[in-house]
C-alpha cells in the first residue's frame, strides 16, 4: 500500500522557518523523482520544487527559489523542504507527490499525500 505522509507544517511569523517533511512507503522510493506542491485558499494546486531521484538535480518554482531547499533521505524514505524567509504568500496546504518523472506537472505524479498546512501570519 502506498502512503505519503507530510509533517511538520503550522503557524509561523513573516520571516520564520519551518521544515516540512514527508515520509514514503509501499513503492521504491529511490528511484522516484519527488516534489512539493501547495494550494492555497481559492487558488489551484501549484508546483513549488522537485529533487531527482538520484538527488542530482532540483527545480524551483521563481517565487520560492533560494528560500525553499529540497532534500532527500534515502535510508529514511523521507523527502524534506525547508521553507525559510517565509512570507504570508506562503500560506497553503502543502503536498508531497512522487513521479517516475522529472516534471512540475501535477498528471505526471502518481502518488500524493494528504497534505499539510502552512499558515504565515503575525
Known amino acids: 500500500q502506498v502512503q505519503l505522509v507530510e509533517s511538520g507544517g503550522g503557524l509561523v511569523q513573516p520571516g520564520g522557518s519551518l521544515r516540512l517533511s514527508c515520509v514514503a512507503s509501499?513503492?521504491?522510493?529511490?528511484?522516484?523523482?519527488m516534489a512539493w506542491f501547495r494550494q492555497a485558499p481559492g487558488k489551484e494546486r501549484e508546483f513549488v520544487g522537485s529533487?531527482?531521484?538520484?538527488?542530482?538535480?532540483?527545480n524551483y518554482r521563481d517565487s520560492v527559489n533560494g528560500r525553499f531547499p529540497i532534500s532527500k533521505d534515502d535510508t529514511k524514505n523521507t523527502v524534506y523542504l525547508q521553507m525559510n524567509s517565509l512570507k504570508p504568500e506562503d500560506t497553503a496546504i502543502y503536498y508531497c507527490?512522487?513521479?517516475?518523472?522529472?516534471?512540475?506537472?501535477?498528471?505526471?505524479?502518481?502518488?500524493w499525500g494528504q497534505g499539510t498546512q502552512v499558515t504565515v501570519s503575525s
Open positions: 507527490a512522487a513521479s517516475l518523472s522529472l516534471s512540475s506537472m501535477e498528471r505526471e505524479y502518481n502518488y
Open positions: 509501499g513503492f521504491t522510493f529511490s528511484v522516484y523523482t
Open positions: 529533487i531527482r531521484y538520484d538527488g542530482g538535480q532540483t
